[in-house]
């Protein structure tokens, strides 16, 4: 394991990763960082807490949004894949507890 060290909204951090990972977590970082400054730019969030729960939140959202690359669930967002594969579930949890 590496340590690499960060700065995020102005706060150093210490973090560890495979000497694989570190481009990702590189990237991951500033895109972290971005957010959270552009959210404390707008002036409508003062507390790194709120700052911090916001950009999670718009992260989420990015993730959630994004569309699985082309073949059998192409197009398909991944909060709609999770949302059927929750679905798909619970279906065989209901049929499985009529069996049982």
Do not use: W
Not at 29 to 52: C, F, P, T, W, Y
Not at 86 to 92: A, C, G, R, T, Y
């Amino acid at each position: 394991m590496e340590r690499i060290d960060v700065t995020i909204l102005g706060r150093d951090y210490s973090l560890a990763c495979s000497t694989e990972e570190k481009p990702t977590l590189l990237a991951a970082v500033r895109h972290v960082d971005q957010l959270m400054l552009r959210i404390q730019g707008s002036g409508k969030v003062s507390s790194n807490e709120r700052i911090a729960v916001m950009a999670a939140l718009q992260i989420a959202s990015e993730l959630l949004s994004m569309k699985a690359p082309d073949g059998p669930l192409g197009g398909l967002a991944v909060g709609e894949f999770k949302g059927r594969i929750e679905h798909m579930n619970s279906l065989l949890d209901e049929v499985l507890s009529k069996q049982g």
